[in-house]
């Protein structure tokens, strides 16, 4: 890392330097103040506190995803699940609803050749920093960001020109996998980038956002009822003990111990350890 002019400093990655000047959020902290004003505090305490009735399959209620719309003004905001590993989005919500042919963000083989060479989607790869709201403006200069293949196969096309980005962890606990993630994106087309307020919102509400995902998740998945030695059991799990460990707790055989792990995993519909912690503690944090 080094300084750069007019105090900015350079931090190099994947090639490109990161940027990162006043008002910027490095590792979700905020480096000079923001001004956030009381009218947008007061939509933000809307929007953490309202329950929302509108549950959709995957990913977060669009009522949500129409006031965040509303908060940070854009062209679109979408919510995806992103599996850079496998090189996938298991879900996708748009709003307005993405259209296909006009190549909005819908996923595509383009998307994926470019991401490991694309800063701001790689990022959170390469870093392990979820915390970090980002704009493709922290890692290219204008000319860069035109000259850029990514620019020229997936944005340019699609009319995008500007994206802020905020990236979540898709599971906790032990069922977490590296390079799954959820992740917010706004984007606009030609005009302003986004600004230093918009990041800040972002960083506010990223908490709350997360725990809005962690509750949708758990009204669409919700634990089936199980006896209060499953219960036991799978606190044993949770705490990291085998199978012979949890059977000398228990004074009972390993064979049981195996018996009650097929139950579990049959009522949760699961197939591992790590699976059936997560799901019947979903909070639980490793």
Not at 196 to 201: K, N, S
């Amino acid at each position: 890392m080094s300084a750069g002019p007019h105090g900015l400093r350079h931090l190099t990655f994947c090639g490109w330097p990161h940027r990162r000047g006043q008002g910027t959020v490095a590792g979700g902290v905020m480096t000079a103040p923001v001004a956030v004003s009381e009218r947008d505090l007061r939509t933000l305490l809307g929007m953490v506190s309202d329950g929302r009735a509108d549950l959709p399959a995957e990913g977060l209620p669009p009522s949500l995803l129409a006031d965040l719309m509303s908060l940070i003004r854009c062209d679109t905001v979408s919510f995806t699940g992103v599996d850079s590993g496998r090189q996938q989005e298991w879900f996708s919500q748009d709003l307005p609803p993405a259209d296909a042919d006009a190549g909005q963000r819908a996923p595509n083989q383009q998307h994926w050749d470019h991401y490991w060479d694309f800063p701001p989607a790689c990022y959170p790869d390469h870093t392990g920093d979820l915390r970090a709201i980002l704009k493709i403006s922290d890692f290219y200069s204008a000319r860069q960001w035109h000259g850029s293949g990514v620019y020229g196969d997936h944005y340019r096309p699609a009319g995008l020109e500007h994206e802020l980005q905020l990236c979540l962890p898709a599971e906790r606990g032990p069922a977490a996998r590296p390079g799954r993630t959820v992740r917010l994106f706004f984007t606009r087309g030609p005009g302003p980038d986004f600004s230093e307020r918009d990041r800040a919102l972002l960083a506010l509400l990223r908490p709350h956002l997360h725990q809005a995902y962690l509750d949708a998740e758990r009204r669409r998945h919700p634990v089936p009822r199980l006896t209060p030695r499953h219960w036991e059991l799978l606190r044993l799990l949770a705490a990291g003990h085998t199978n012979t460990q949890i059977a000398r707790r228990l004074g009972i055989s390993e064979g049981t111990v195996r018996t009650h792990l097929e139950n579990i995993y049959r009522r949760l519909q699961v197939s591992s350890r790590a699976a059936a912690v997560t799901r019947a503690f979903p909070d639980w944090v490793a």
